[in-house]
């Protein structure tokens, strides 16, 4: 017997603007300036790009 999973997240979210290098302050006042936990860790996005990597390689498209 074979188990599928569904994952459904639905996320409200500030747009960012078309600035997407802008300065803190600029982030800040749209509504990005909590980084949480990791705001200070340079490592701690690339973490997160792996795992975001490893769940899309396994992605199958069922269109």
């Known amino acids: 017997h074979r ?5 459904i997240i639905t996320v409200q979210a500030p747009a960012i603007s078309v600035t ?3 300065t803190d ?3 800040t006042a749209q509504g990005w ?3 949480g936990f990791f705001k ?3 490592d701690a996005l690339q973490i997160f790009d792996e795992i975001e990597q490893e769940r899309d390689r396994n992605f199958v ?3």
Not at 3 to 7: F, H, L, N, V, Y
């Open 40 to 42: 200070d860790d340079p």
């Open 33 to 35: 300036g909590d980084h």
């Open 3 to 7: 188990w599928q999973a569904t994952e």
């Open 20 to 22: 997407a290098n802008g």
């Open 61 to 63: 498209d069922r269109k």
């Open 25 to 27: 302050d600029e982030l």
